[in-house]
């Protein structure tokens, strides 16, 4: 069996737990935000993926556990003004050396709730996007939903615009818990949603599950896990509750003066996803990485995260969201009133802070983000780093084999079942000795 580290905390607090991104977030500055000037005056790279990521801060109701920047207060007129500058920022870009003339391999709207918008919003937002830089050989266009959003009509419309990968944010299939964590949507909403979606031919449907949401309980969690297996989508996402800094839980966590969060601790979170792997895995859908089981590997792919993973390019357009360009990082303005304001100037970029990754923690950042998927191949990085993981990771891999986590032979390194159970807590050991520790942004 595993081991655990004497001093984790079994409780679940405050804090940031997944990785989603390396070096960390607390180490990108403001200082460096242009050098994306430089970077897009490069010509374009032949043999990089561009990826478009939008985001649409917009929502119905704050989630208690959310820490994305959202708007559950704008006006008609304030989200047509906020496109507007989304476009032009698209725009922007699209005429610098970097990204003109580039087509986009993947397209990602996130949120906030993209589903928030019109159907007469989402077009006019689509048809601009898509004149600026192409998405017609596009490999994947994944739009996140809120299901309480899906009128017929507006899933008519995501539909015609292109979208591949529908998905929704359905957390839960309980009304009790769902209300108690904020969540907008009902169970009822689900379901008349979802009917239509699999009627009008999504190529593939994700539904979003969370392990440790306030008032979750076994019983519960059975019953949510074996509901998601009745609908039969292609694929499904399940997360792990975790409390950031600005979310609802921790401000009144903070207030009454309470050190853990209400919510199920590490071990029963761990618990409840590895029974849901299993009840997935019995009724034919493979694990395919420490947080998604698909129904046909080799048909449903996930090309945002991959390509991601993989070093690809990633135009992000909006308020404070996440790019990546030629190895620099980036992050927008955080919030919509300063975005705004640069767009407004003519030219400037509404880059809020960066940071340009070396050789070598591009090495890093592909190889830890890639062991959430439950294997690296070691010929991988040899061919596109020249680095022996071997020799770089050894000590770490070495020691997680030991303690049960990993297997490995010449060829590939494997996270098992319990390893993928925890992979986030376990691939800090691989940072660089000034990144170690700080997971928070």
């Given at each position: 069996m595993p081991t655990e580290t004497a001093t984790e905390?079994?409780?679940?607090?405050?804090?940031?737990?997944?990785?989603?991104n390396y070096p960390p977030f607390a180490y990108w500055?403001?200082?460096?935000?242009?050098?994306?000037?430089?970077?897009?005056?490069?010509?374009?790279?032949?043999?990089?993926?561009?990826?478009?990521?939008?985001?649409?801060?917009?929502?119905?109701?704050?989630?208690?556990?959310?820490?994305?920047?959202?708007?559950?207060?704008?006006?008609?007129?304030?989200?047509?003004?906020?496109?507007?500058?989304?476009?032009?920022?698209?725009?922007?870009?699209?005429?610098?050396?970097?990204?003109?003339?580039?087509k986009a391999d993947f397209v990602y709207f996130g949120g906030g709730t993209p589903s928030y918008l019109s159907e007469k919003q989402l077009a006019r937002l689509t048809s601009a996007m898509?004149?600026?830089?192409?998405?017609?050989?596009?490999?994947?266009?994944?739009?996140?939903?809120?299901?309480?959003?899906?009128?017929?009509?507006?899933?008519?419309?995501?539909?015609?615009m292109g979208v591949t990968r529908l998905s929704m944010g359905i957390e839960n299939f309980d009304d009790h818990i769902l209300g108690l964590n904020g969540r907008a949507h009902r169970s009822r909403e689900i379901f008349r949603a979802y009917e239509y979606a699999k009627k009008i031919g999504f190529p593939q449907i994700n539904i979003d599950l969370i392990a440790g949401m306030i008032d979750e309980t076994d019983e519960n969690w059975a019953k949510t896990v074996q509901q998601a297996i009745d609908l039969d989508p292609e694929c499904v996402t399940i997360y792990q509750m975790e409390i950031p800094y600005n979310t609802t839980i921790y401000k009144q966590m903070k207030e009454s003066g309470q050190i853990t969060a209400p919510v199920a601790d590490w071990d029963t979170k761990r618990k409840w996803v590895k029974y849901a792997f299993e009840q997935f895995e019995a009724a034919g859908y493979t694990v395919t990485s420490g947080y998604t089981v698909v129904k046909n590997p080799k048909k449903v792919q996930f090309v945002y995260r991959d390509a991601l993973w993989g070093g690809a390019d990633l135009l992000a357009l909006g308020v404070a969201s996440f790019g990546h360009l030629a190895?620099?990082?980036?992050?927008?303005?955080?919030?919509?009133?300063?975005?705004?304001?640069?767009?407004?100037?003519?030219?400037?970029?509404?880059?809020?802070?960066?940071?340009?990754?070396?050789?070598?923690?591009?090495?890093i950042r592909e190889f830890i983000l890639q062991l959430k998927l439950g294997k690296v191949e070691r010929a991988y990085f040899e061919r596109k780093f020249g680095v022996s993981v071997a020799e770089k990771f050894g000590h770490v891999t070495d020691r997680f084999v030991a303690e049960g986590y990993f297997e490995q032979d010449e060829k590939e390194i494997r996270v098992n079942r319990d390893g993928l159970l925890e992979v986030d807590r376990l691939l800090h050991d691989y940072f660089l000795p000034q990144h170690i520790g700080d997971r928070y942004v």
């Amino acid at each position: 069996m595993p081991t655990e580290t004497a001093t984790e905390d079994k409780k679940t607090t405050v804090g940031n737990y997944f990785v989603s991104n390396y070096p960390p977030f607390a180490y990108w500055q403001k200082e460096q935000a242009a050098k994306a000037e430089a970077i897009l005056k490069r010509p374009a790279p032949s043999d990089t993926p561009l990826g478009v990521y939008f985001h649409v801060p917009f929502c119905r109701k704050r989630c208690h556990f959310c820490y994305f920047r959202v708007y559950t207060d704008k006006k008609a007129s304030e989200i047509n003004d906020y496109l507007d500058a989304g476009l032009a920022e698209l725009e922007r870009y699209a005429s610098r050396p970097y990204i003109q003339g580039r087509k986009a391999d993947f397209v990602y709207f996130g949120g906030g709730t993209p589903s928030y918008l019109s159907e007469k919003q989402l077009a006019r937002l689509t048809s601009a996007m898509k004149a600026a830089i192409p998405w017609d050989e596009a490999r994947e266009v994944a739009f996140e939903a809120e299901p309480g959003t899906l009128r017929e009509k507006k899933l008519d419309a995501i539909r015609d615009m292109g979208v591949t990968r529908l998905s929704m944010g359905i957390e839960n299939f309980d009304d009790h818990i769902l209300g108690l964590n904020g969540r907008a949507h009902r169970s009822r909403e689900i379901f008349r949603a979802y009917e239509y979606a699999k009627k009008i031919g999504f190529p593939q449907i994700n539904i979003d599950l969370i392990a440790g949401m306030i008032d979750e309980t076994d019983e519960n969690w059975a019953k949510t896990v074996q509901q998601a297996i009745d609908l039969d989508p292609e694929c499904v996402t399940i997360y792990q509750m975790e409390i950031p800094y600005n979310t609802t839980i921790y401000k009144q966590m903070k207030e009454s003066g309470q050190i853990t969060a209400p919510v199920a601790d590490w071990d029963t979170k761990r618990k409840w996803v590895k029974y849901a792997f299993e009840q997935f895995e019995a009724a034919g859908y493979t694990v395919t990485s420490g947080y998604t089981v698909v129904k046909n590997p080799k048909k449903v792919q996930f090309v945002y995260r991959d390509a991601l993973w993989g070093g690809a390019d990633l135009l992000a357009l909006g308020v404070a969201s996440f790019g990546h360009l030629a190895g620099l990082h980036y992050q927008n303005q955080a919030n919509v009133d300063p975005y705004m304001e640069l767009i407004e100037r003519g030219d400037e970029l509404p880059i809020f802070r960066a940071y340009e990754t070396n050789r070598e923690e591009q090495l890093i950042r592909e190889f830890i983000l890639q062991l959430k998927l439950g294997k690296v191949e070691r010929a991988y990085f040899e061919r596109k780093f020249g680095v022996s993981v071997a020799e770089k990771f050894g000590h770490v891999t070495d020691r997680f084999v030991a303690e049960g986590y990993f297997e490995q032979d010449e060829k590939e390194i494997r996270v098992n079942r319990d390893g993928l159970l925890e992979v986030d807590r376990l691939l800090h050991d691989y940072f660089l000795p000034q990144h170690i520790g700080d997971r928070y942004v």
